[in-house]
């Protein structure tokens, strides 16, 4: 079997930002900073993070973005949006709790994501989530708030 790498930085396309009125605030007013760390963890459930480079499938992916408040006056309304690469699928961890999903990246809801089927109402899979998203009621002026989702590359390890 060919050895599967793919570029772990490169398949986060977008980091977005939505912010309410931006067209009031100061020119790009939130700086968005992204890690892409790969997390091992040791036959003593120790885990470890490093830098992510590469990846092979089934490795465990973290993606940690850090929204820093770059204006002059508080940010009101910040919506913190991590998509989730296609090559990748959502564990179900993401911190700070009460992440909102999504399955299109424009239409959120609170998770776990359902759907009817038939007379049902299921689990939407975390396989079809395709994107995460914040609410961040206030962000005062210099300060930062830091969200992480973790995912695992798509695939048979090798």
């Not at 599967?4 to 968005?32: D, G, H, K, M």
């Not at 997390?39 to 465990?60: F, N, Q, S, Y």
């Not at 770059?70 to 699928?89: E, F, H, N, R, W």
């Not at 962000?139 to 695939?155: D, I």
């Amino acid at each position: 079997m060919k050895q599967f790498l793919i570029s772990v930085v490169a398949s986060l396309s977008t980091l977005l930002v939505a912010v309410p009125s931006y067209a009031e605030q100061a020119a790009q007013p939130v700086r968005a900073d992204l890690q892409a760390l790969k997390i091992t963890v040791d036959k003593d459930g120790k885990e470890t993070a490093a830098e992510a480079k590469e990846a092979r499938p089934g490795d465990l992916i973290e993606y940690r973005a850090t929204y820093t408040n770059v204006s002059k006056k508080k940010i009101s309304g910040l919506a913190a949006t991590l998509p989730i690469p296609k090559d990748m699928q959502f564990t179900g961890t993401a911190t700070p709790a009460g992440a909102e999903a999504s399955t299109d990246g424009k239409t959120f809801a609170a998770m776990p994501l359902k759907r009817k089927v038939g007379d049902k109402v299921v689990d939407v899979p975390l396989a079809d989530y395709r994107a995460l998203r914040w609410r961040v009621a206030e962000l005062p002026v210099g300060k930062s708030t830091v969200v992480t989702a973790r995912t695992r590359v798509n695939g048979v390890n090798p």
